[in-house]
């Protein structure tokens, strides 16, 4: 998930929250959220990060892949369907501002083969879509 934050840019954040819609959550297991930090395309899928530009490695899903972070932003076990709040680190917004051309979103990941996750999107009614929330100083 990422989103547009060329509105804010030059603006000092206080906080920041990422709020999605989980619609299935099926097995069970650990659910990460990690900083992407390679460029993508909103076509990509597993295996391409753009049309024709490959992941650094499939899915970033390696530990020690170099298109995610290697520590998470958010860890939880066994997301029930509904409203999850996610808080994110100041600091990563704030360099998302500050450095926009570093701003390629968030990654979710799950910890257990056969674990599926799934959430509204953009396309989704109005009040489902994923939606950042920022407080700026």
């Known amino acids: 998930i990422r989103f547009d934050l060329s509105p ?32 993508w395309s909103p ?12 992941w650094s490695t499939p899915g970033c899903f390696a530990d020690g892949s170099p298109c995610r972070a290697q520590t998470p932003l958010f860890l939880r076990r066994d997301i029930p ?11 990563t917004v704030q360099r998302w501002l500050d450095t926009p051309d570093l ?8 910890g257990t ?3 599926n996750l799934a959430f509204a999107s953009s396309e989704a009614p109005d009040g489902q879509r994923p939606r950042l929330t920022l407080t700026l100083r």
Not at 43 to 54: G, V, Y
Not at 81 to 91: A, C, F, H, Q, R
Request: charged residues 20%; negative net charge; aromatic residues 8%.
């Open 8 to 39: 804010y840019q030059g603006c000092a954040v206080g906080g920041a929250s990422l709020r999605v819609e989980v619609t299935d959550d099926v097995g069970s297991g650990d659910v990460k959220v990690y900083e992407v930090l390679q460029p």
């Open 43 to 54: 076509d990509a899928t597993f295996d391409l990060a753009q049309a024709t530009e490959p």
């Open 81 to 91: 369907t509904g409203s999850l709040l996610i808080e994110l680190p100041t600091s």
């Open 103 to 110: 701003n390629y979103g968030v990654l979710f990941l799950m």
């Open 113 to 115: 083969e056969g674990h």
